[in-house]
Every structure is written in structure tokens, then in C-alpha cells.
């Protein structure tokens, strides 16, 4: 797989923090009230972990989490940060594997796919609800953000992120510009900085992010009989889609 994360895995982890400030109140909301306590939930390009770490302290102890990470950068830190607890080194599963190759348990919980369902193509998607949705329990769920921009449009380069540690700072920064009907191009660059802005590093990725609104993922998540409903601080962008009723429908 072409890892676009190869460069910037060691920002990640840092330059994410403030955001699952916002993400986190969301996430538990948006678990509160699932049945299936001992079903697995699937943290989906769980990248550094902040998303396991949210869904294992909002679950009981006896909750699974299958946490699935592509990358082998950022899953480094991901397996780092599931050892060093033993709360969760007891219940997290790191498999590094992709959205559409990830063995899957017969019976999930729920889904998490937070600031990733960019990654995958309408096709993937597809496939991927085609894949999820007949194992969810019932009163199981999908949970995603969708992050801006929600339609295909550019993105004049601004600073995302800013974090210190010691006498570095580490900056973020990003454009993007219209790559497709239904696609950016996001243009990244990570600075490194001594005091006064002396600078130690840069690093520039490009990758491309599949862009929906929340009609769009509704009406997609509809088809597969499952309802949706935005979840958590509206800056979140974060939705939760429920399957209600009915049994479990995969027979693999
Ligand atoms: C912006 S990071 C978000 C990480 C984490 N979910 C978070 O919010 O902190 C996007 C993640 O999606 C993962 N990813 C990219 N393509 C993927 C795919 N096809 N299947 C599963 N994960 C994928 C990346 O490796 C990365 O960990």
C-alpha cells in the first residue's frame, strides 16, 4: 500500500491532540447505549490510538476493540500506546491490515471510522458498508466524521495545527485543491521550528480525500438500512448511523 502517512507519522500523534478534544465527548456519545457488551467495536484507521483510547474508557472493561492500522509508522505508535496501558493492552487488537482486507469478527458492535472515510473511494465505501453492516448487532452502529471541505472546492493554505514540545515546535499546515467530481487534493506541510522560527525541518505530503456532505452520507448509509443522525459539537462534523431491529444478517 502507498502509505501517505510514510513521512509525517512522527507529527501525527501531537498535531491530532486538540482536535479529539472536540472528537472525544462526541465519540462517547455516540457509543452511549450500545448493547453486545462483550462484541467487538472496530476502531477503523485507528492511526495513533486517541480514537481506542476514547472507546475503550467510554465501554465497559470486557469491551473488545479491534483497532485496524494500515500504517506501519503510525501503527507503531498505536502498538506503543495499547502495551503502555494495561487497561487497554488486555482488550485492543492491532491488525495491520486495510479497510477492505481487515478480517472482520462475525458479530460488531460498532464501527469507527474517524478522520479516514476520506481515504476511500465511493466504490470502497460501498464495499466496506457491504462488508459491515450484516455483522452489526442489532442497535449496532457506524460512526464517522466528515471533515471539511464537505464538497469538492479549494482550500487557501492555513496553519491546522501547532504543538510544542521541549525547544521544538511543530507545525502543521495545509491546502487543498479541487482533484475530481468528488475529490481534493490535500497539500501538507509539516514545519519544525526552534525558537523565533528557526527552523530544523520541513516535510511536504500530498494526498488526495474523498469529500461527501451529510445528505450524501446519509442517503449512502441509508441503502444499507441504517439510519443517521449528527452526533456530538456540530464543529465536529461527527455522525452516528444505527441499525435498528432485525438480526444479524452475515452467514459467511
Ligand atoms: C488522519 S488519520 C486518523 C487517525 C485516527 N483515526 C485519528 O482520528 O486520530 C487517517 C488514518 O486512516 C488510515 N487509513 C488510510 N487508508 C486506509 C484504509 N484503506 N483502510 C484503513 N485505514 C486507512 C491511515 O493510515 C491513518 O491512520
Same mark, same amino acid.
Given at each position: 500500500?502507498?502509505?501517505?502517512?510514510?513521512?509525517?507519522?512522527?507529527?501525527?500523534?501531537?498535531?491530532?491532540?486538540?482536535a479529539w478534544g472536540?472528537f472525544a465527548?462526541?465519540?462517547?456519545?455516540?457509543?452511549?447505549?450500545?448493547?453486545?457488551?462483550?462484541?467487538?467495536?472496530?476502531?477503523? #484507521?485507528?492511526?495513533?490510538?486517541r480514537?481506542?483510547?476514547?472507546?475503550?474508557?467510554?465501554?465497559?472493561?470486557?469491551?473488545?476493540?479491534?483497532?485496524?492500522?494500515?500504517?506501519?509508522?503510525?501503527?507503531?505508535?498505536?502498538?506503543?500506546?495499547?502495551?503502555?496501558?494495561?487497561?487497554?493492552?488486555?482488550?485492543?487488537?492491532?491488525?495491520?491490515?486495510?479497510?477492505?482486507?481487515?478480517?472482520?469478527?462475525?458479530?460488531?458492535?460498532?464501527?469507527?471510522?474517524?478522520?479516514?472515510?476520506?481515504?476511500?473511494?465511493?466504490?470502497?465505501?460501498?464495499?466496506?458498508?457491504?462488508?459491515?453492516?450484516?455483522?452489526?448487532?442489532?442497535?449496532?452502529?457506524?460512526?464517522?466524521?466528515?471533515?471539511?471541505?464537505?464538497?469538492?472546492?479549494?482550500?487557501?493554505?492555513?496553519?491546522?495545527?501547532?504543538?510544542?514540545?521541549?525547544?521544538?515546535?511543530?507545525?502543521?499546515?495545509?491546502?487543498?485543491?479541487?482533484?475530481?467530481?468528488?475529490?481534493?487534493?490535500?497539500?501538507?506541510?509539516?514545519?519544525?521550528?526552534?525558537?523565533?522560527?528557526?527552523?530544523?525541518?520541513?516535510?511536504?505530503?500530498?494526498?488526495?480525500?474523498?469529500?461527501?456532505?451529510?445528505?450524501?452520507?446519509?442517503?449512502?448509509?441509508?441503502?444499507? #438500512?441504517?439510519?443517521?443522525?449528527?452526533?456530538?459539537?456540530?464543529?465536529?462534523?461527527?455522525?452516528?448511523?444505527?441499525?435498528?431491529?432485525?438480526?444479524?444478517?452475515?452467514?459467511?
Open positions: 500500500m502507498d502509505d501517505p502517512y510514510a513521512r509525517s507519522a512522527e507529527y501525527m500523534d501531537i498535531l491530532i491532540a486538540d472536540l465527548p462526541g465519540l462517547v456519545e455516540a457509543l452511549s447505549g450500545l448493547s453486545g457488551e462483550t462484541d467487538v467495536t472496530v476502531d477503523l #484507521g485507528a492511526g495513533t490510538g480514537g481506542v483510547e476514547t472507546i475503550c474508557a467510554a465501554l465497559p472493561d470486557n469491551s473488545p476493540v479491534l483497532a485496524v492500522e494500515p500504517s506501519p509508522t503510525l501503527r507503531a505508535v498505536l502498538l506503543a500506546r495499547a502495551h503502555g496501558d494495561a487497561h487497554l493492552r488486555a482488550r485492543v487488537t492491532v491488525s495491520p491490515t486495510d479497510a477492505l482486507n481487515t478480517p472482520l469478527p462475525e458479530r460488531i458492535r460498532a464501527l469507527v471510522a474517524m478522520n479516514m472515510i476520506g481515504h476511500l473511494s465511493p466504490d470502497d465505501r460501498r464495499e466496506l458498508w457491504r462488508r459491515i453492516v450484516p455483522r452489526l448487532i442489532p442497535g449496532g452502529r457506524v460512526i464517522l466524521n466528515l471533515s471539511p471541505p464537505t464538497r469538492p472546492v479549494g482550500i487557501t493554505r492555513s496553519r491546522m495545527a501547532s504543538s510544542s514540545v521541549g525547544d521544538l515546535t511543530y507545525e502543521g499546515w495545509a491546502s487543498a485543491e479541487v482533484a475530481g467530481e468528488h475529490r481534493v487534493r490535500w497539500h501538507m506541510t509539516y514545519l519544525v521550528q526552534r525558537a523565533e522560527g528557526r527552523p530544523v525541518s520541513e516535510v511536504t505530503v500530498d494526498y488526495d480525500w474523498w469529500v461527501m456532505d451529510e445528505a450524501e452520507l446519509s442517503k449512502e448509509l441509508t441503502e444499507h #438500512g441504517l439510519t443517521t443522525r449528527q452526533v456530538g459539537h456540530p464543529d465536529a462534523g461527527l455522525y452516528v448511523a444505527i441499525r435498528t431491529g432485525g438480526q444479524l444478517r452475515h452467514q459467511d
